[in-house]
């Protein structure tokens, strides 16, 4: 399942909303009923971080500006407001049809 | 959970590539983390799912690697590791080892070790 992220690069002004998205190939929708889409933040210098999994569901400890939705083949992780700390690469990736896991190429969000 | 990723940051041309990730903060032998994956990124690239095992034992890997790659687990040390043989300049960058469950095959990584393929 390939996995097409856009934009690749997107400067966002601080306090203004942000918006990811992602789309497979194929529907990522699993007979139980769950998209097995999950978004990861990688920080300059830093290992990925889980932000959101199944589709829309936020890790605790994500601030609530984060948010995942979609369904099927489209996906997107919004920003509400962007803080000079959500600079970095963002990537999706599913695990429904697998293996191989598949990652999207990820999106570098920057500060205008 | 907490993964730690230990091995030599430089392996010569043609040799082998072994790393071990360490586990804390959590039992392999437990199966509340099924998915124990190693993924890895190339110098100023993306993330690339290499393979993974359970923690039954069962190892699945990426068809790129496929013959020269080989996951291995050990439940009583809390450690899962990996060789990657014949390597190449191409198999420069950093390794990640990370875990997952069901609600995301992937979810908490290790920091990430950084090896170059160099002579």
């Known amino acids: 399942v390939v996995m097409t992220q856009s934009p690749l690069s997107l400067p966002v002004i601080l306090g203004q909303p942000a918006s990811i998205s992602c789309m497979s190939s194929?529907?990522?929708?699993?007979?139980?009923?769950?998209?097995?889409l999950t978004w990861f933040q990688q920080r300059p210098g830093q290992s990925p971080r889980r932000l959101i999994y199944?589709?829309?569901k936020r890790d605790s400890g994500v601030p609530d500006r984060f948010s995942g939705s979609g369904s099927g083949t489209d996906f997107t992780l919004k920003i509400s407001r962007v803080e000079a700390e959500d600079v970095g690469v963002y990537y999706c990736?599913?695990?429904?049809?697998?293996?191989?896991?598949?990652f999207g190429q990820g999106t570098r969000l920057e500060i205008k | 959970v907490q993964l730690q990723e230990s091995g030599p940051g430089l392996v010569e041309p043609s040799q082998t590539l072994s790393l071990s990730c360490t586990v804390s903060?959590?039992?392999?032998?437990?199966?509340?983390?099924?998915?124990w994956s190693w993924i890895r990124q190339h110098p100023g690239e993306g993330l690339e799912w290499i393979g993974f095992?359970?923690?039954?034992?069962?190892?699945s890997y990426s068809s790129s690697l496929q013959g020269r790659l080989t996951i291995t687990i050990d439940p009583s040390n809390n450690q899962f590791s990996l060789r990657l043989r014949s390597v190449t300049a191409a198999d420069t960058g950093v390794y990640y080892c990370?875990?997952?469950?069901?609600?995301?095959?992937?979810?908490?990584w290790g920091q990430g070790i950084l090896v170059t393929v160099s002579s």
């Open positions: 990736m599913q695990g429904t049809h697998w293996p191989p896991i598949t």
């Open positions: 990370a875990t997952g469950d069901d609600t995301s095959k992937v979810a908490y």
């Open positions: 194929q529907s990522v929708l699993w007979t139980d009923g769950n998209s097995y």
């Open positions: 199944e589709a829309s």
């Open positions: 903060g959590g039992s392999i032998r437990s199966g509340a983390y099924y998915f």
């Open positions: 095992i359970s923690y039954t034992g069962s190892a």
